[in-house]
T-cell receptor, first 114, second 114 residues
Framework: AQSVAQPEDQVNVAEGNPLTVKCTYS??????LFWYVQYPNRGLQFLLK??????LVKGSYGFEAEFNKSQTSFHLKKPSALVSDSALYFC????????????FGKGTRLHILP | EAQVTQNPRYLITVTGKKLTVTCSQN?????MSWYRQDPGLGLRQIYY???????DKGDVPEGYKVSRKEKRNFPLILESPSPNQTSLYFC?????????????FGSGTRLTVV
């Protein structure tokens, strides 16, 4: 079955430290991968995507993600965390088949400690 | 401004009383979808539509109906709501099927069924 896994329900990071939010996927064919962020009482906002090309993709708010095909991972990273980065983060994969839908992970809550 | 608009933002209703959550997008997107978000379960797809008059079931369609009579609107209908449909609902849209776009999300509708 095609799926996306976020192994950590919550990640705590001190402000100024680097952060990583993990994501692994299981899909047939080439994956189209996304990260979304959800701030309290808001909808999901697009952060970045990997379609093809350079394995390191850069997105909004200083975030980047590294695609690793051998490990089937797409971890979200930021060199220096801000308190305002505290939010719920979702990894997602778009299935390029008849359904053409996006499957989401269960989300990881990121807490940046001042 | 390009956006997906959902109404209402908050709704409290009683079991069995039919309700409709509206969703409208102004980006001429062909693909629209409804998700529900529940703690620990992430986002699960309810229904989706690849174009006008074309709808299909997602992962959790039971108890819901949708229609796509025109491109911009994709209402979610609960004919006889039950307490297990208490959730946070998101509408999303995307350009044509089969391309490497993510979704644009609405701000969400928090539904409580008592």
């Amino acid at each position: 079955a095609q799926s996306v896994a976020q192994p950590e329900d919550q990640v705590n990071v001190a402000e100024g430290n680097p952060l990583t939010v993990k994501c692994t996927y299981s899909v047939s064919g080439n994956p189209y991968l996304f990260w979304y962020v959800q701030y309290p009482n808001r909808g999901l906002q697009f952060l970045l995507k990997y379609i093809t090309g350079d394995n390191l993709v850069k997105g909004s708010y200083g975030f980047e993600a590294e695609f690793n095909k051998s490990q089937t991972s797409f971890h979200l990273k930021k060199p220096s965390a801000l308190v305002s980065d505290s939010a719920l983060y979702f990894c997602a994969v778009r299935l390029m088949n008849r359904d053409d839908k996006i499957i989401f992970g269960k989300g990881t809550r990121l807490h940046i400690l001042p | 401004e390009a956006q997906v608009t959902q109404n209402p933002r908050y709704l409290i209703t009683v079991t069995g009383k039919k309700l409709t959550v509206t969703c409208s997008q102004n980006m001429n997107h062909e693909y629209m979808s409804w998700y529900r978000q529940d703690p620990g379960l992430g986002l699960r797809q309810i229904y989706y539509s690849m174009n006008v008059e074309v709808t299909d079931k997602g992962d959790v369609p039971e108890g819901y109906k949708v229609s796509r009579k025109e491109k911009r609107n994709f209402p979610l209908i609960l004919e006889s709501p039950s307490p297990n449909q208490t959730s946070l609902y998101f509408c999303a849209s995307s350009p044509a099927v089969g391309v490497n776009y993510g979704y644009t999300f609405g701000s969400g509708t928090r539904l409580t069924v008592v």
